[in-house]
T-cell receptor, first 112, second 112 residues
């Protein structure tokens, strides 16, 4: 059974800092991994999708890496801004079907 | 519309009543997902459709929960004999096969 864990559960940083969010998963037979952002009271917005054959994806100040063999992914946020404050969720889709399992998320607060 | 649409956005119902939650996916998306999210938690997988058929319904908590997608587009999540523990945000998402998942804003269900 796939389990997804995110560390830390919450993080508070001053504006301008670079930061790393961590995601680990127990079953390495994944089809892809996605990072999402969720603002309070809202749905989820996809940030980055990494296929199982890829090692990383970049979008603007965001960079996500994937090490499938060790069951880990990281989301790197450069030069954080107050507008980055949100919950960041990691989700993996398994091969042989597309049941997508989420972690509990990391709540990020960027102080101005 | 361009995104995933969910109705109602908010629903308050009495314990024991029947509830239907509707999801209009993005046009052309073959995959449709239902998740349930409680405060401070990541989305919990309920059911996944590929076309009209439920490809994986292993996340439905018990037989009070049922979902349909009769024409491969709109889906309805049905909850019978609601209980207070069913109170949560019910999220619907859709995607092209094996690709980025797009979420709706959710239906907030409160059982009193």
């Amino acid at each position: 059974k796939q389990e997804v864990t995110q560390i830390p559960a919450a993080l508070s940083v001053p504006e301008g800092e670079n930061l790393v969010l961590n995601c680990s998963f127990t079953d390495s037979a994944i089809y892809n991994l996605q990072w999402f952002r969720q603002d309070p009271g809202k749905g989820l917005t996809s940030l980055l999708l990494i296929q199982s054959s890829q090692r990383e994806q970049t979008s603007g100040r965001l960079n996500a890496s994937l090490d499938k063999s060790s069951g880990r992914s990281t989301l790197y946020i450069a030069a954080s801004q107050p507008g980055d404050s949100a919950t960041y969720l990691c989700a993996v889709s398994n091969t042989g079907g597309f049941k997508t399992i989420f972690g509990a998320g990391t709540r990020l607060f960027v102080k101005a | 519309g361009a995104g995933v649409s969910q109705t109602p956005s908010n629903k308050v119902t009495e314990k024991g009543k029947y509830v239907e939650l509707r999801c209009d996916p993005i046009s052309g998306h073959t995959a449709l997902y239902w998740y349930r999210q409680s405060l401070g938690q990541g989305p919990e997988f309920l059911i996944y459709f590929q076309g009209t058929g439920a490809a994986d319904d292993s996340g439905l908590p018990n037989d009070r929960f049922f979902a349909v997608r009769p024409e491969g587009s709109v889906s309805t999540l049905k909850i019978q004999r609601t209980e207070r523990g069913d109170s949560a945000v019910y999220l619907c998402a859709s995607s092209p096969f094996g690709n980025t998942i797009y979420f709706g804003e959710g239906s907030w269900l409160t059982v009193v």
